[in-house]
T-cell receptor, first 113, second 114 residues
Framework: GQQLNQSPQSMFIQEGEDVSMNCTSS?????WLWYKQEPGEGPVLLIA?????ELTSNGRLTAQFGITRKDSFLNISASIPSDVGIYFC?????????????FGAGTQVVVTP | DVKVTQSSRYLVKRTGEKVFLECVQD?????MFWYRQDPGLGLRLIYF???????EKGDIPEGYSVSREKKERFSLILESASTNQTSMYLC?????????????FGQGTRLTVV
């Protein structure tokens, strides 16, 4: 299946810095999702986006549904050590009738004190 | 809160064994999915189900089968385990259709085949 293009692959940042990552696709999506996965655990849903241009926050996390419907962005402000993990984007294509999601390869975030 | 529970966190099985991975969700979701996750390969869909007794192949169904006899339970079966099936297995569920496509994941099962 198609994988989304997620970048960057990894980020090493200092505590207090902001983090930005994005996902792009050649297809149009009607839903964008952002997940966080910690070592040895399953992904946990952070933010869900449903409309082009939508901007949604969850605490220090902010995500946007791109206006072309082919991309999405996630920002983490003022990072803290517990932000460490792998962040995945996922999207649902408008042409899919089964509810299947496409996933990005993930962005590994490492926060140093 | 949606809860998806996988029966085991860790499993060690021998080559050739038949292996069952169980997943239960408590939110009356229509869709259920099995993925495997390997370093550098991301999440790959093995099988999914959109209703009881209904199943569809994902991207990598070879060597696997599934069973959904009840709405809340989705089982992944490795007919004859092989070492290349050593992986992290993730179950997920979603409401589907107009109810939304947000998938909720279980905690994962790390399977080692020796």
């Amino acid at each position: 299946g198609q994988q989304l293009n997620q970048s960057p692959q990894s980020m090493f940042i200092q505590e207090g810095e902001d983090v930005s990552m994005n996902c792009t696709s050649s297809s149009i999506f009607n839903t964008w999702l952002w997940y966080k996965q910690e070592p040895g655990e399953g992904p946990v849903l952070l933010i869900a986006l449903y409309k082009a241009g939508e901007l949604t926050s969850n605490g220090r996390l902010t995500a946007q549904f791109g206006i072309t419907r082919k991309d999405s962005f996630l920002n983490i402000s003022a990072s803290i050590p517990s932000d460490v993990g792998i962040y995945f984007c996922a999207g649902h294509m408008t042409t899919d009738s089964w509810g299947k999601l496409q996933f990005g390869a993930g962005t590994q975030v490492v926060v140093t004190p | 809160d949606v809860k998806v529970t996988q029966s085991s966190r860790y499993l060690v099985k021998r080559t050739g064994e038949k292996v069952f991975l169980e997943c239960v969700q408590d939110m009356d979701h229509e869709n259920m999915f099995w993925y495997r996750q390997d370093p550098g390969l991301g999440l790959r869909l093995i099988y999914f189900s959109y209703d009881v007794k209904m199943k569809e192949k994902g991207d990598i169904p070879e060597g696997y089968s599934v069973s959904r006899e009840k709405k809340e339970r989705f089982s992944l079966i490795l007919e004859s385990a092989s070492t290349n099936q050593t992986s992290m297995y993730l179950c997920a569920s979603s409401r589907g259709g107009t109810g939304g496509n947000e998938a909720f994941f279980g905690q994962g099962t790390r399977l080692t085949v020796v």
